[in-house]
């Protein structure tokens, strides 16, 4: 399993590199599901954003929260939100166990921010619900359940700190063979266009649209995922391999 800034060993030079730029464990977790895939390839890992949990007074009188990663799920808990089994409307399967595992009744909206919105429009009659994110989270979810006739309280439970780009990842992107480059939100294609002068040739890989819409660097080949999943993901990464 690779370690932050460390390179393994890679079994075919004539293989893309892979550089990864999620948090440590998540960044880990997808390595292993492309190693599982397509085999063994050069993995650099340069976390780009790090949660940092905050402070913050948790909600009462709720009718259900609402989850768009499985790390405000954990920032939650730290700022002393009690599940007592009510709804948790979640963006996906991950962060839908981790707030299950917390003990909240657990909905997977199999999907992004729409389909959480689409999931909790299904279920009928407004509601009051928490919306338990990132300090960075957009404001399309709660502008689209406002307008919908529900009562969302934006509770801040954390932000991510910019990295910098580690001299690993800098060698990486400095050479002159194909680097992968899977980027999982708009922030962080931002964030990696906003300091990376890459030589080598990108294969942009994007959760969605956006988030390759976000990336402004020249990219030699180019693929999104048809479902904002990482298992959609490794079905685009398989088309830059190709």
Same mark, same amino acid.
């Given at each position: 399993?690779?370690?932050?800034?460390n390179?393994?060993?890679?079994?075919?030079?004539?293989r893309?590199?892979l =550089?990864l730029?999620?948090?440590l464990?998540?960044?880990?977790r997808?390595?292993g599901?492309?190693?599982?895939?397509?085999?063994? =390839?050069? *993995?650099?890992i340069?976390?780009? =954003?790090?949660?940092r949990?905050?402070?913050?007074?948790?909600?009462?009188g709720?009718?259900?929260?609402?989850f768009?990663?499985e790390?405000? /799920?954990?920032a @939650?808990?730290? &700022?002393?939100?009690?599940?007592r089994?009510e709804?948790?409307?979640?963006?996906? $399967?991950?962060?839908?166990a981790?707030?299950r595992?917390?003990?909240?009744d657990a909905?997977?909206?199999?999907?992004?921010?729409?389909?959480? $919105?689409?999931?909790?429009?299904?279920?009928?009659?407004?509601?009051s619900l $928490?919306?338990?994110?990132a300090?960075?989270? $957009?404001?399309?979810?709660?502008?689209? !359940?406002?307008?919908?006739?529900?009562?969302?309280?934006?509770?801040? *439970?954390?932000?991510?700190?910019?990295?910098?780009?580690?001299?690993?990842?800098?060698a990486?992107l400095?050479g002159?063979?194909?680097?992968?480059l899977? =980027?999982?939100?708009p922030?962080?294609a931002? /964030?990696?266009?906003?300091? &990376?002068?890459p &030589?080598?040739?990108?294969?942009l !890989?994007?959760?969605?649209?956006?988030?390759?819409d976000?990336?402004?660097?020249p990219?030699?080949?180019?693929?999104?995922?048809h479902?904002?999943?990482? @298992?959609?993901l !490794?079905?685009?990464? &398989?088309?830059? !391999?190709?």
């Open positions: 399993m690779p370690q932050s800034g390179t393994l060993a890679m079994t075919q030079q004539s893309p590199h =550089l730029t999620r948090p464990a998540q960044s880990q997808f390595a599901e492309v190693a599982a895939r397509f085999g063994a =390839l050069q *993995v650099v340069s976390p780009l =954003l790090i949660p949990f905050l402070p913050a007074t948790p909600p009462s709720m009718d259900g929260v609402i768009t990663s790390t405000g /799920v954990a @939650a808990l730290a &700022a002393g939100v009690q599940a089994g709804a948790a409307y979640c963006v996906g $399967a991950r962060t839908a981790a707030a595992q917390a003990g909240f909905r997977d909206a199999q999907g992004d921010w729409q389909d959480v $919105a689409a999931l909790i429009t299904r279920e009928g009659g407004r509601k $928490a919306f338990l994110c300090r960075q989270a $957009a404001s399309q979810l709660q502008t689209v !359940l406002t307008a919908a006739g529900h009562h969302i309280e934006r509770i801040e *439970v954390y932000t991510q700190d910019a990295q910098p780009l580690n001299p690993e990842a800098q990486l400095a002159s063979h194909p680097v992968i899977p =980027l999982f939100s922030r962080t931002q /964030v990696f266009c906003a300091q &990376a002068q &030589a080598a040739p990108i294969y !890989l994007g959760l969605s649209n956006a988030v390759t976000a990336y402004s660097l990219f030699a080949r180019k693929a999104v995922a479902r904002p999943n990482s @298992a959609a !490794l079905d685009a990464f &398989a088309q830059v !391999l190709d």
